[in-house]
């Protein structure tokens, strides 16, 4: 029997409740195909500052040092608010895994179903088919891990610097990621920077431009600046297909992409590794996009989309097994046809809890 073998790490707010009934989902899917899960649980955010004293405690590191692929919910939540910055769970849990496994592509889709328009704050009539984009993020560099500085200056002046530093190599890698995701769609790439300002983007357009050419010349390479693409963003997300940019700016553009395909409870993410696991595949973490919703966590409400599209990508990148995550995805996406709603997406539709949701969602697989 085919064994996948994961660590699973809820985290806090609602992600131990959508885990649950992901880890449900991910059964129902792959034990027709003789498929077992073998997963360990860790505490990773604020649940293991709590527990262990750190929100990623080397216990968790270990378990999934021993996995194939991480299961991510999401951390962080008013408790821990009033710790240092640099000691709050989604900064000192996050930044580390994500510099630990060298998760390097940063894979955000931007997915809005026909049916779930209405979610969306554009007018219908500028998606009228929905949206489907994909952002590829650069994860492990740029300004989140350049040298950074606080100094009071000779005049009692206080200042503080972050550095951007972006290597070629870099940028060539995570354009390979880009470039495997256009391949696999309609062949439309956007790069994304800031070249009128920063020489890393002039960097970044250069190595673009060429590696594009050299490489991968049959699919069409835009490059676009980054406040421009914002405002595209929001006038018409469908001239995207695969947007490839740096940290920073990708972090930004995925939360405007998130709120334009209307809830985080949606949308799912992929970060893959340089590593291979064992299976020969991408070694990588896979986490809702949305954050732990403090609001509504504890009540058995919160949409397990995004967890559940989240482990359909884990088993696509991680497992090779893109079948059975395509019968992941048509299973939500019949679900939400239905008018199987939690309260997020549900617009005067009947709500019903996270549990119900992912058991609609078994039984359409
Ligand atoms: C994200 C988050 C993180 C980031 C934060 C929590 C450190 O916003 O995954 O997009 O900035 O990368
Ligand atoms: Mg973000």
Redesign the pocket.
Known sequence: MQMLKFAVLPGDGIGPEVMDVALDVLKAATEPAGIALDFQSADVGGIAIDNHGAALPESTIKVCEDADAILFGSVGGPKWESLPPAEQPERAALLPIRKHFSLFANLRPGLLFKELTDASPLKTERIPDGIDIVCVRELTGGIYFGPKDTQTLDDGDVQASDTMVYKRSEIERILDVAIASARSRSGKICSVDKANVLTTSVLWRKTATEYLAANAPELELSHMYVDNAAMQMARDPNQFDVLVTENMFG??L??EMGIVCGSLGMLSSASLGTQNNSHGHPFGLYEP?GGTAPDIAGQGIANPCAQILSAALMLRYSFGLNEIAETIEAAVKQTVKDDIRTGDIAFGKPAIGTQAMAQAIIERL
């Open positions: 972090d930004i995925s939360d996009s």
